[in-house]
T-cell receptor, first 113, second 114 residues
Framework: DAGVTQSPTHLIKTRGQQVTLRCSPK?????VSWYQQALGQGPQFIFQ???????QRGNFPDRFSGHQFPNYSSELNVNALLLGDSALYLC????????????FGPGTRLTVT | DQQVKQNSPSLSVQEGRISILNCDYT??????FLWYKKYPAEGPTFLIS?????DKNEDGRFTVFLNKSAKHLSLHIVPSQPGDSAVYFC?????????????FGSGTRLLVRP
């Protein structure tokens, strides 16, 4: 049973560029949440997708956008990258929306130079 | 404004002894609490959870205690094993603003010494 998978593992981008991160949820899960984890901090909620719609959003600017596909996989897009966007981006999946027992992927380490 | 706080950045415990990790929260609307463990280069792994209608939940060596009046929860690991060495995050959800998201503390790094 495949768990949550994310790609790519690592990414280096330049300020001002755009990036797309991808996530496949655990088998049987239909909800995907995205988190940003800065060094030495806990994960911070970006947004959640359920039934292909953004259900809730955290305190992140509109430069952060997402999408969920009919197969429940998801993408996180970040435009006009800033140095401060350098972080570990985690995808978590769960069943039926909500915050219960979210299962996390290994993350994508984004470095903005 | 940090709604979930883990005030101890690190904890060192002898193998076989008890590890107690603490977490405080400020939002009285939170009704579900979770603990996650994170190894380097991996995503957080779900450990144990507790609903606000309970004050204790146990799963093998792991027990979570919830004190709603003090807005405090703790994770007890007995007996501690070297493989438990990791960063532990507590997380909370509930209320209008946080029904779908987990709000995490900043983590406590546990080191279990052989």
């Amino acid at each position: 049973d495949a768990g949550v998978t994310q790609s790519p593992t690592h990414l280096i981008k330049t300020r001002g560029q755009q990036v797309t991160l991808r996530c496949s949820p655990k088998s049987g899960h239909d909800t995907v949440s995205w988190y940003q984890q800065a060094l030495g901090q806990g994960p911070q909620f970006i947004f959640q997708y359920y039934e292909e719609e953004e259900r809730q959003r955290g305190n992140f600017p509109d430069r952060f956008s997402g999408h969920q596909f009919p197969n429940y996989s998801s993408e996180l897009n970040v435009n006009a990258l800033l140095l401060g966007d350098s972080a570990l981006y985690l995808c978590a999946s769960s069943r039926g929306g909500g915050a219960d027992e979210q299962y996390f992927g290994p993350g994508t380490r984004l470095t903005v130079t | 404004d940090q709604q979930v706080k883990q005030n101890s950045p690190s904890l060192s415990v002898q193998e076989g002894r008890i590890s107690i990790l603490n977490c405080d929260y400020t939002n009285s609307m939170f009704d579900y609490f979770l603990w996650y463990k994170k190894y380097p280069a991996e995503g957080p792994t779900f450990l144990i959870s507790i609903s606000s209608i309970k004050d204790k939940n146990e799963d093998g060596r792991f027990t979570v205690f919830l004190n709603k009046s003090a807005k405090h929860l703790s994770l007890h690991i007995v007996p501690s094993q070297p493989g438990d060495s990791a960063v532990y995050f507590c997380a909370a959800s509930g209320g209008m603003d946080s029904s779908y998201k987990l709000i995490f503390g900043s983590g406590t790094r546990l080191l279990v010494r052989p």
